[in-house]
C-alpha cells in the first residue's frame, strides 16, 4: 500500500459513503440528534480528500498526513471528530514510511483505532469506537495469513466492521429500542468497503435497510431539549488540549477535543453556546464556528422527517439582521443564528441602501434589525417605510447588547414575545468599551486629551487614563461588581497578548469573584469591549 494507492482508496471511501450518505442519516440516534451522522462523515472526508486530491507523493506517509489534517479542518459532528482521530492514528503508525506491507497496514488500522478510543474521555461501547476496534483486529489476523496481501486486509477490516455493526444494538439500549445499528460504525463500514471496492475493482453487497424510518422518529424530545450542538477550531500556539478539554467538558454533555498544539477541534452539547464561545475564544482565534440547535431538528423530524442538512426556514417566520464590525463578532453572529450580516460599524456606518438590501434578502416577512451602534440607528428608523416587510428594530448601541438580544431570540416564540425578551435582555447587560481619545475636549466634566485612554460605560464617558486596565479597573468598581457574576472582554483587532494577559490578571486579583472570560472579536478602533452580566 503506496501513496498512490492508499490516495484511490480514500477517492474511491468518498464516492462510496456519498452513495450512501442517507442511509447512514436515518440510523442517526446516539447519543442525541446533533446533525446527520452520514452527512457529518461525508464533510469530514470530504476535507480529507481535499487535501490529498493535489498531492502527487508517493510515499504513503504524505498521503495519511494530509488526510489527517484535512479530516481535522473538516470534522463535523461526534461521529466527524472521531473519524478524524482514526486518520490521526493511522497517520501516525505510517510516518516515515513509503509503503506498507500487510502486517504495517494491519498494525496501523489497529492504532487508528486505539487513537480514537483515547480521544473520547468515556469510550461507550457499541458505536464507531467498538467497530473500529474490531476492523483493526480482523486486520491483523489476515495480515498474519502467509498469502496475505494489502486487499484482503482492506477486505478483512471490512468485513470485521460489518460484523461489529451488526452486534452494535445489542450493545446499546437506545439502539435496540430503536431497531436500528450504530450510524458512526456503518458509516465506517461503508468507508472501508468504499476502499475494498475502489482497489479490488470488484462490487461490494452493501447490506442497509433501505426502507427504515429516520431513527429519531422512535425518540421523544426532553422536557428541557436537546440544547446546541457548538462546533469550532481553535488556533494557538502551545495550546494545552488537556486543560481546554477539561474547561469545555464543565460546560455540557458528548464532548469532543483533541488535536494538536497548533490546532484544537471542539465538539460539545450545551445548553450556554455563547458561554462556551466565550470560553474557548480566550485560548485563541476561532475558526469554523457552527452552532446547531439539535431541539429543532429533532421536532422537524417528528413532524415530517425533513432533512437536516438543509436549513429549513423557522416556523415563526421571524429573521434577523445585524450591524456588525470585526471577523471573530461577524463569525459569533452568523453562529448564533443571525441571518444576514451588514458589515460596519464605528467610523464606517453602513448606509440605508446596505440595511435595506440585508432585510430584504432575509426569507422571512418579519425582521428584527439590530444597529448594535448609535450612529445607524437614525438610518435603520427609515428601513421600514422602505420595504414591504415587517421591520422590528431594537435600538442596540454595541456588541454586548446585540449579543444578549441574539442569545434571546427563540424560534419556538412569536415576534412579539422574542422582541420583548431581546429587548429585556439588551437593556439588562453592562458594557464598558475602551478606547483612546482622538482629540482634546472635555466631556460629562472630564477633561480628555488626544491619545488618552477613554472608558464609557453604558455608552457615556465615565474614565479617562494611560492604561486600559485602570480604566477598566475603575469602570467595574462604578457599576458594582459584588451585582454580577460574569465578564466578558472581547478583545479587539489591535490589543496585543501582553496587554490582554494584563488587563485579565487586573480584572481577577481585584474583583477575585468575578469570573473573567476572553472572546476574540477582531474589532477595530476599541482594543477591549467588556460585557458585564
Given at each position: 500500500m503506496d501513496g498512490p494507492l492508499f490516495k484511490q482508496a480514500l477517492l474511491g471511501s468518498l464516492n462510496w459513503l456519498a452513495a450512501n450518505q442517507e442511509e447512514v442519516n436515518r440510523l442517526n440516534v446516539f447519543p442525541v440528534p446533533d446533525g446527520d451522522t452520514g452527512t457529518n462523515m461525508l464533510l469530514t472526508l470530504q476535507s480529507a480528500v481535499e487535501d490529498i486530491k493535489d498531492s502527487n507523493a508517493i510515499e504513503v506517509s504524505r498521503i495519511a498526513r494530509l488526510a489527517s489534517h484535512g479530516s481535522l479542518m473538516g470534522a463535523r459532528g461526534n461521529s466527524g471528530v472521531i473519524l478524524s482521530q482514526i486518520f490521526r492514528g493511522f497517520a501516525r503508525a505510517v510516518e516515515g514510511k513509503a509503503a506498507l506491507q500487510p502486517k504495517e497496514l494491519a498494525?496501523?488500522?489497529?492504532?487508528?483505532?486505539?487513537?480514537?478510543?483515547?480521544?473520547?474521555?468515556?469510550?461507550?461501547?457499541?458505536?464507531?469506537?467498538?467497530?473500529?476496534?474490531?476492523?483493526?483486529?480482523?486486520?491483523?489476523?489476515?495480515?498474519?495469513?502467509?498469502?496475505?496481501?494489502?486487499?484482503?486486509?482492506?477486505?478483512?477490516?471490512?468485513?470485521?466492521?460489518?460484523?461489529?455493526?451488526?452486534?452494535?444494538?445489542?450493545?446499546?439500549?437506545?439502539?435496540?429500542?430503536?431497531?436500528?445499528?450504530?450510524?458512526?460504525?456503518?458509516?465506517?463500514?461503508?468507508?472501508?468497503?468504499g476502499m475494498l471496492k475502489t482497489i479490488e475493482e470488484a462490487d461490494v453487497v452493501v447490506p442497509v435497510p433501505t426502507k427504515v424510518k429516520a431513527a429519531q422518529v422512535s425518540m421523544d424530545l426532553p422536557e428541557g431539549g436537546w440544547g446546541y450542538c457548538t462546533e469550532f477550531l481553535i488556533e494557538g500556539q502551545a495550546l494545552d488540549v488537556e486543560r481546554i478539554r477539561n474547561h469545555i467538558e464543565s460546560l455540557g454533555n458528548s464532548v469532543l477535543v483533541v488535536g494538536e498544539p497548533e490546532l484544537v477541534k471542539v465538539h460539545v452539547h450545551t445548553d450556554d453556546p455563547t458561554r462556551v464561545i466565550s470560553v474557548a475564544g480566550g485560548y485563541g482565534k476561532l475558526l469554523k464556528l457552527n452552532v446547531g440547535d439539535m431541539s429543532s431538528q429533532h421536532r422537524r423530524i417528528l413532524e415530517g422527517e425533513a432533512p437536516a442538512a438543509a436549513k429549513p426556514p423557522r416556523a415563526n417566520g421571524v429573521g434577523m439582521v445585524a450591524v456588525v464590525a470585526g471577523k471573530g463578532l461577524v463569525e459569533i453572529f452568523k453562529a448564533l443564528g443571525v441571518d444576514a450580516i451588514v458589515e460596519g460599524g464605528q467610523t464606517m456606518n453602513p448606509s440605508t441602501q446596505d440595511l435595506l438590501n440585508a432585510v430584504d434578502a432575509v426569507p422571512y416577512d418579519h425582521v428584527v434589525l439590530l444597529p448594535n451602534n448609535g450612529n445607524v440607528i437614525l438610518a435603520a428608523k427609515e428601513i421600514a417605510g422602505l420595504t414591504k416587510k415587517k421591520v422590528h428594530l431594537?435600538?442596540?448601541?454595541?456588541?454586548?447588547?446585540?449579543?444578549?438580544?441574539?442569545?434571546a431570540f427563540s424560534p419556538e416564540r412569536n415576534v412579539d414575545q422574542n422582541i420583548a425578551a431581546m429587548r429585556a435582555e439588551a437593556e439588562r447587560v453592562q458594557t464598558i468599551e475602551v478606547t483612546h481619545a482622538v482629540r482634546d475636549t472635555r466631556s460629562n466634566g472630564l477633561?480628555?486629551?488626544?491619545?488618552?485612554?477613554?472608558?464609557?460605560?453604558?455608552?457615556?464617558?465615565?474614565?479617562?487614563?494611560?492604561?486600559?486596565?485602570?480604566?477598566?479597573?475603575?469602570?467595574?468598581?462604578?457599576?458594582?461588581?459584588?451585582?454580577?457574576?460574569?465578564?466578558?472582554?472581547?478583545?479587539?483587532?489591535?490589543?496585543?497578548?501582553?496587554?490582554?494577559?494584563?488587563?485579565?490578571?487586573?480584572?481577577?486579583?481585584?474583583y477575585p469573584g468575578l469570573e473573567v472570560e476572553v472572546q476574540q472579536g477582531g474589532q477595530l478602533h476599541y482594543p477591549f469591549i467588556l460585557s458585564v452580566e
Amino acid at each position: 500500500m503506496d501513496g498512490p494507492l492508499f490516495k484511490q482508496a480514500l477517492l474511491g471511501s468518498l464516492n462510496w459513503l456519498a452513495a450512501n450518505q442517507e442511509e447512514v442519516n436515518r440510523l442517526n440516534v446516539f447519543p442525541v440528534p446533533d446533525g446527520d451522522t452520514g452527512t457529518n462523515m461525508l464533510l469530514t472526508l470530504q476535507s480529507a480528500v481535499e487535501d490529498i486530491k493535489d498531492s502527487n507523493a508517493i510515499e504513503v506517509s504524505r498521503i495519511a498526513r494530509l488526510a489527517s489534517h484535512g479530516s481535522l479542518m473538516g470534522a463535523r459532528g461526534n461521529s466527524g471528530v472521531i473519524l478524524s482521530q482514526i486518520f490521526r492514528g493511522f497517520a501516525r503508525a505510517v510516518e516515515g514510511k513509503a509503503a506498507l506491507q500487510p502486517k504495517e497496514l494491519a498494525a496501523a488500522f489497529e492504532e487508528a483505532a486505539n487513537a480514537a478510543y483515547r480521544a473520547v474521555n468515556r469510550p461507550t461501547e457499541g458505536t464507531i469506537l467498538t467497530v473500529a476496534r474490531e476492523a483493526g483486529r480482523t486486520a491483523t489476523v489476515a495480515a498474519s495469513e502467509p498469502d496475505a496481501s494489502a486487499i484482503s486486509v482492506i477486505a478483512a477490516a471490512a468485513a470485521g466492521a460489518r460484523s461489529a455493526v451488526l452486534k452494535t444494538p445489542s450493545q446499546l439500549q437506545i439502539l435496540r429500542d430503536a431497531g436500528v445499528v450504530d450510524a458512526g460504525g456503518f458509516g465506517l463500514q461503508i468507508i472501508l468497503e468504499g476502499m475494498l471496492k475502489t482497489i479490488e475493482e470488484a462490487d461490494v453487497v452493501v447490506p442497509v435497510p433501505t426502507k427504515v424510518k429516520a431513527a429519531q422518529v422512535s425518540m421523544d424530545l426532553p422536557e428541557g431539549g436537546w440544547g446546541y450542538c457548538t462546533e469550532f477550531l481553535i488556533e494557538g500556539q502551545a495550546l494545552d488540549v488537556e486543560r481546554i478539554r477539561n474547561h469545555i467538558e464543565s460546560l455540557g454533555n458528548s464532548v469532543l477535543v483533541v488535536g494538536e498544539p497548533e490546532l484544537v477541534k471542539v465538539h460539545v452539547h450545551t445548553d450556554d453556546p455563547t458561554r462556551v464561545i466565550s470560553v474557548a475564544g480566550g485560548y485563541g482565534k476561532l475558526l469554523k464556528l457552527n452552532v446547531g440547535d439539535m431541539s429543532s431538528q429533532h421536532r422537524r423530524i417528528l413532524e415530517g422527517e425533513a432533512p437536516a442538512a438543509a436549513k429549513p426556514p423557522r416556523a415563526n417566520g421571524v429573521g434577523m439582521v445585524a450591524v456588525v464590525a470585526g471577523k471573530g463578532l461577524v463569525e459569533i453572529f452568523k453562529a448564533l443564528g443571525v441571518d444576514a450580516i451588514v458589515e460596519g460599524g464605528q467610523t464606517m456606518n453602513p448606509s440605508t441602501q446596505d440595511l435595506l438590501n440585508a432585510v430584504d434578502a432575509v426569507p422571512y416577512d418579519h425582521v428584527v434589525l439590530l444597529p448594535n451602534n448609535g450612529n445607524v440607528i437614525l438610518a435603520a428608523k427609515e428601513i421600514a417605510g422602505l420595504t414591504k416587510k415587517k421591520v422590528h428594530l431594537i435600538e442596540t448601541h454595541n456588541v454586548p447588547q446585540v449579543v444578549a438580544a441574539v442569545v434571546a431570540f427563540s424560534p419556538e416564540r412569536n415576534v412579539d414575545q422574542n422582541i420583548a425578551a431581546m429587548r429585556a435582555e439588551a437593556e439588562r447587560v453592562q458594557t464598558i468599551e475602551v478606547t483612546h481619545a482622538v482629540r482634546d475636549t472635555r466631556s460629562n466634566g472630564l477633561r480628555v486629551k488626544k491619545g488618552d485612554v477613554i472608558g464609557l460605560v453604558n455608552d457615556r464617558l465615565e474614565f479617562t487614563g494611560s492604561d486600559y486596565s485602570e480604566v477598566v479597573q475603575r469602570a467595574l468598581g462604578r457599576l458594582g461588581p459584588d451585582d454580577y457574576e460574569l465578564v466578558t472582554v472581547y478583545r479587539g483587532e489591535d490589543a496585543s497578548d501582553e496587554e490582554l494577559e494584563k488587563l485579565e490578571s487586573s480584572i481577577r486579583s481585584s474583583y477575585p469573584g468575578l469570573e473573567v472570560e476572553v472572546q476574540q472579536g477582531g474589532q477595530l478602533h476599541y482594543p477591549f469591549i467588556l460585557s458585564v452580566e
